[in-house]
């Protein structure tokens, strides 16, 4: 199993530009989850997809992120525009959900740079 | 809103020694409670998780315990060596699908 991945791993951009983070959960899992993770907040949990659908956008920060799941094999995460304070270790993480307890398999991240 | 706490922040220990780390949570409603870990500049790996109905989960020299009345569970690591370095992250979930993570452990391992 590739386990999650994540595209780029790595994005340096300009204040004002669009970014967009793409990331594949394991292939079967139904929940796909967005996580910012920065040195202030620790992890944060942005949103997160059942079954393709967003169940919880209430951690996105502001209107500016947006989040899609076409398919159960693909997923996005953009911000625009982008700023300086949205400089973040980006994580997805999916899991198989078949009830109240199950396990969430990170991938290994973005790391967002805004100048 | 669950909030997760996490003591200490730091930790250093000489190899071989035995050590406990906390982790702290104050909404005992929970599902299960999962321990993480993460290696600078990578990703989380699962170490272990312990369902709400459990007290505990073993896995190596690794023992995760649950006390959820109270609102704590500690990660024993047996025999501790330099390849334990990273930090150690325990996260809960409590509501929906969400996890709320801890503030995380750093531990460093000397030689």
């Known amino acids: 199993d590739a386990g999650v991945i994540q595209s780029p791993r790595h994005e340096v951009t300009e204040m004002g530009q669009e970014v967009t983070l793409r990331c594949k959960p394991i292939s079967g899992h139904n929940s796909l989850f967005w996580y910012r993770q920065t040195m202030m907040r620790g992890l944060e949990l942005l949103i997160y997809f059942n079954n393709n659908v967003p169940i919880d956008d209430s951690g996105m920060p502001e209107d500016r992120f947006s989040a899609k799941m076409p398919n159960a094999s693909f997923s996005t995460l953009k911000i625009q525009p982008s700023e300086p304070r949205d400089s973040a270790v980006y994580f997805c993480a999916s899991s198989l959900q078949r009830g109240p307890s199950y396990e969430q398999y990170f991938g290994p991240g973005t790391r967002l740079t805004v100048t | 809103k669950q909030e997760v706490t996490q003591i200490p922040a730091a930790l250093s220990v000489p190899e071989g020694e035995n050590l406990v780390l906390n982790c702290s949570f104050t909404?005992?409603?929970?599902?299960?409670l999962q321990w993480f870990r993460q290696d600078p500049g990578k990703g989380l790996t699962s170490l272990l998780l312990i369902q709400s109905s459990q007290r505990e989960q073993t896995s190596g020299r690794l023992n995760a315990s649950l006390d959820k009345s109270s609102g704590r569970s500690t990660l024993y690591i047996a025999a501790s060596q330099p390849g334990d370095s990273a930090t150690y992250l325990c996260?809960?979930?409590?509501?929906?699908?969400?996890?709320?993570f801890g503030t995380g452990t750093r531990l460093a391992v000397r030689p």
């Open positions: 909404d005992s409603a929970i599902y299960n």
């Open positions: 996260a809960v979930k409590s509501s929906g699908d969400k996890l709320t």
